[in-house]
Structures are given as C-alpha cells and as structure tokens.
C-alpha cells in the first residue's frame, strides 16, 4: 500500500523559501507511468495544482506559479521535495504531496499546513 | 487556463436522496474529468477518472458522465458518509479543479 508523507516547517516568513518534503513508503518514485506532484488548499477553499515531476527529472508546473516553483526527485531517498520562493499570505495553505498517472490523483499525502506570517 | 465551474456549489440533501452535481468545462476537454471526495480534514479521494470510470473500492452508487465541456457526478442514493465536498478536475491541458459542491445534510 503506497503511503506518502509531507514533512517540512509549518511557518514561513514572508519572501522567504517555502521547502516542503514528500516520503513514500510501500512503494517506489520509479513506478511505471506515476509522476509525483504537489497541489494546495487554502483553508476553507479549493484545490489548486502546483506540478509534478517525472522520475527522470522532467517537470510540469503550473503557469500561474512557474516562476516561483521547483519540483525535484531524490530516487535514492524515495523522495520529493517542493521549493516556492519568495511567499506572501497568499501562499497559506495546506499541501499535499501526490502520485498521479496522466493528471489523475490517485494517492495523497495526508496534508500539510503551511502559514506564511511574520 | 481551461476554467471549471461547478453548480450547484452547495445543495442540502437527505439519506437516500439521489444527488446530481454537474461541472462545466470553458472548452471542450473530451472525457479528461476526473472527481474526488473531500470530507473535512482529509485529503480527497478519487471517485470517477475520464468522466465516467469507478476508481477502484468506490461504492457503485457513484457514477460519473459527460464529454466535450458538460459532465455530471450522480450519487444514486446518498448516505451519511457521503456528505462531503466533491471537486472536479480536467487532464486535458493543464491540470485545474473546479471550485468544489459542498452536499449537506437537509
């Protein structure tokens, strides 16, 4: 059963780094046509994809967030990571880490809440 | 962007109820639609995938229609596990939800 487990700081400063951290577990990052991705929820509101990565390396984020977003793998590590720079309020949410074939989310993270705040 | 919307975006229902959520597409997207379930605190949950595929362990009362830009989740017979917050989703270019249905309890 693949579990997969976000863990990173629950208060960011604003204009600072937002580092976040996917762990799988029962399951590997090489898994045949799975790309592994990030989406957050404000709370009380929607879901909002960030992007995801292949296990080669190839990423594909969203426009709205291009700029500010990287996504990359540590196969070694069976992990994830998610870096946003330069956060405002506007970037409070909960993040998911998630496994998706073709854009479908089929295994989330529990969730993370990440506050942006001074 | 492709812009998904979702109507109604909350409606009060009783057990037993059938429940129809419709989710518009602002071009045409095919059958790449996707929904999920999120009741509070957890995560969402995949329940249909290409617009009307049953995620594997999702009870069949759930069912999932449409193509081009008009689809439709329909819950045949609601029961108490099944108030929650359903979210549709396009694959077909980009990756975006829809603002979410809220169904509660009448």
């Known amino acids: 059963q693949l579990q997969l487990q976000e863990s990173g700081p629950g208060l960011v400063r604003p204009s600072e780094t937002l580092s976040l951290t996917c762990t799988l577990s029962g399951g590997s990052l090489n898994r045949t046509h799975s790309h592994w991705g990030w989406v957050r929820q404000p709370p009380g509101k929607g879901l909002e994809y960030i992007g995801s990565?292949?296990?080669?390396?190839?990423?594909n984020y969203n426009p709205s967030l291009n700029s500010r977003v990287t996504i990359s793998v540590a196969t070694a590590k069976n992990e994830f990571s998610l870096r946003l720079t330069s956060v405002t309020v506007a970037d409070t949410a909960i993040y998911y880490c998630?496994?998706?074939?073709?854009?479908?989310?089929?295994?989330w993270g529990q969730g993370t809440l990440v506050t942006v705040s001074s | 962007d492709i812009q998904m919307t979702q109507s109604p975006s909350s409606l009060s229902a009783s057990v037993g109820d059938r429940v129809t959520i419709t989710c518009r597409a602002s071009?045409?997207?095919?059958?790449?639609l996707n929904w999920y379930q999120q009741t509070p605190g957890k995560a969402p949950k995949l329940l249909i995938y290409a617009a009307s595929t049953l995620q594997s362990g999702v009870p069949s009362r759930f069912s999932g229609s449409g193509s081009e830009t008009d689809f439709t989740l329909t819950i045949s017979r609601l029961q108490p596990e099944d108030f929650a917050t359903y979210f549709c989703q396009q694959t077909y270019s980009g990756n975006d939800f829809g603002p979410g249905t809220k169904v509660d309890i009448k």
């Open positions: 990565i292949y296990d080669t390396g190839s990423t």
């Open positions: 998630a496994r998706l074939v073709l854009g479908v989310i089929g295994d």
């Open positions: 071009e045409d997207i095919r059958s790449y």
